[in-house]
């Protein structure tokens, strides 16, 4: 059994984990959760879809959660200190600000299930790119896919409006 983690000690001590251009760093990804601590800035286009919910404590700082709900684009504001459950399959791009910490807890992927991750046009709004893939580790995973998107600009072009969308 792995024992409690003091989280402030933590941080004081592993801070440095939690910067650019990594900004996450696992804590715990045993039987059926993955734990990841999380710091800011960073800086995304693509929304992340997973099959599960995703837990998010606002530690250190403020976040902006920006979620797609029944083709809606929301910005939810999620503060310091603040914690929220988002439902399975929400299209989200957290977005972490300059010296900000939280947590994230994950459920581990059952075996048939698909994480995607997804570009929408920054002119019209439609789906842009998406790539799906069964998750197993995140932070190793999603590098390729992003880079994949950054780098073939037909990938970003939309294909309603002819926008060429940022590439990160």
């Known amino acids: 059994m792995i024992?409690?983690?003091?989280?402030?000690?933590w941080i004081t001590e592993n801070e440095h984990l939690l910067k650019p251009p990594v900004n996450n760093f696992c804590l715990w990804n045993e039987s059926n959760f993955t734990v990841m601590a999380v710091g800011?800035?960073?800086k995304r286009t693509d929304y992340h879809i997973n099959e599960t919910e995703e837990w998010f404590y606002q530690y250190k700082g403020d976040m902006l959660l920006k979620i797609v709900e029944n083709g809606e684009f929301i910005d939810l504001p999620i503060k310091e200190g603040e914690m929220f459950l988002l439902p399975a399959n929400i299209p989200h791009n957290p977005v972490r600000f300059t010296d900000t910490i939280g947590i994230v807890l994950e459920v581990k992927r059952p075996e048939n299930s698909l994480d995607r991750l997804r570009w929408y046009c920054s002119g019209c709004k439609e789906i842009v790119y998406e790539e799906a893939f069964h998750c197993v580790n995140l932070g190793t995973q999603l590098k390729p896919v992003i880079e994949k998107y950054a780098g073939d600009v037909s990938l970003r072009t939309c294909k309603k409006c002819g926008?060429?969308?940022?590439?990160?």
């Not at 024992?3 to 000690?9: E, G, L």
């Open 3 to 9: 024992p409690p983690i003091n989280f402030q000690k």
């Open 40 to 42: 800011g800035p960073n």
């Open 163 to 168: 926008v060429i969308n940022e590439a990160k």
